[in-house]
């Protein structure tokens, strides 16, 4: 089959089969290619769509964008039921099978590295919240009675800032408390920056933005963990997702760093930009 190779993510050889009917990027089945010891992960995907000038153009185009990153990640999903996967960044693209090898073996130290590290370990992210309405989401508040002066008006604004401070307090603390213990019970961590309640849609603000390295044999009793913490302060919100591959562990030079000759766009995320075509 012709086409250009869209590079999902690379791992050890493995025994177990992929599921017989996942499909990757523009539909085509994910295969195999080894070299020394390493698996890349690819599919073959049209020259027309996914060349440096058209992946450009598709990069703005945000339903593409979304499609393609939900058919990258279903892949890279079915891999971590299988092996650990290091997931390349979304539209990682060479020319052919030839371009592809010439990246596992200019990186190859770094993948083996990596590898090694993340083995057996999947990664598990934890968000908290500051609720709205702290304790009571589904009630609007009561209006404030209107001040009488202008004094009582300054009094007014007090309270209301002293209470949000006290709010954001409470929220720091009690995202700090929970980092630390569970980052006790993973191999590493990671915080991100807050997510942007606009882009994100998630109701409240965002306080913990983390992701935990945890080992799979240890994974429950993770869970467990968050899910005991989840009615220990009103007016917070935890929520948790995963079991991932191992994106914020993957590293610089193996997850964020432009390949010789691959195309090399953003990740699970979607914040994505171009690099160079293998020529």
């Not at 250009?4 to 993510?9: G, N, P």
């Not at 279903?74 to 092996?83: C, E, I, M, N």
């Not at 090898?101 to 770094?110: A, S």
């Not at 598990?124 to 002066?149: D, I, L, M």
């Amino acid at each position: 089959m012709t086409g250009l190779r869209y590079v999902y993510a690379v791992c050890r050889p493995f025994d177990v089969p992929l599921q017989s009917q996942l499909t990757g990027v523009a539909g085509d089945p994910p295969r195999l290619l080894t070299h020394h010891g390493l698996v890349a992960v690819v599919s073959h995907v049209p020259e027309a769509v996914f060349s440096e000038e058209a992946l450009r153009a598709h990069l703005e185009d945000l339903d593409w964008l979304a499609g393609t990153a939900r058919a990258h990640q279903q892949v890279v999903d079915a891999l971590t039921v299988v092996t650990t996967p290091l997931p390349l960044r979304l539209a990682t693209v060479f020319r052919d099978d030839s371009g592809v090898r010439v990246m596992l073996e200019e990186r190859e130290e770094d993948f083996r590295r990596t590898l090694d590290r993340l083995e057996g370990r999947v990664e598990w992210g934890v968000k908290v919240y500051v609720e709205t309405e702290p304790g009571q989401p589904e009630r609007p508040a009561e209006p404030a009675p209107k001040p009488v002066s202008g004094r009582d008006y300054l009094r007014q604004r007090r309270m209301r800032t002293r209470a949000h401070e006290e709010l954001w307090a409470r929220a720091e603390e009690f995202a700090t408390r929970l980092h630390a213990t569970l980052s006790s019970r993973a191999d590493d961590a990671r915080l991100h920056a807050p997510q942007n309640p606009t882009l994100s849609g998630a109701a409240g603000r965002n306080v913990l933005n983390a992701a935990y390295l945890v080992p799979r044999d240890v994974s429950e009793e993770f869970v467990e963990m968050v899910d005991r913490t989840k009615d220990d302060t009103p007016g917070m919100r935890v929520e948790l997702t995963g079991p991932w591959a191992a994106y914020s562990f993957a590293g610089e030079e193996t997850a964020g760093e432009e390949s010789s000759g691959g195309e090399t766009a953003g990740e699970k995320t979607a914040d994505a930009e171009p690099a160079g075509e293998e020529s």
